[in-house]
């Protein structure tokens, strides 16, 4: 499995514990690439909900990008 050219990017807003998710997000994101080799681009963003009968919850968005063939 190749890794994938460009370095994963991760932002995390106020969540605890950032660096172990940081870890995961890596590893699963290296994954990727066993389904298509040619991703380019990976920005991860985890930030806790805003809503208030949400707690504990997070806000997790995720943006891949892939060359246009």
Do not use: F, N, W
Request: charged residues 35%; proline residues 7%; positive net charge.
């Amino acid at each position: 499995m190749k890794p994938m050219e460009i370095p994963v990017q991760i932002t995390i807003r106020g969540v605890p514990e950032a660096g172990v998710y940081e870890r995961l997000i890596r590893r699963q994101a290296d994954r990727l690439t066993k389904y298509y080799e040619r991703i380019i681009a990976c920005h991860v963003v985890i930030s806790p909900l805003r809503r208030r009968r949400h707690h504990g919850g997070y806000d997790v968005r995720i943006r891949l990008e892939v060359p246009r063939d």
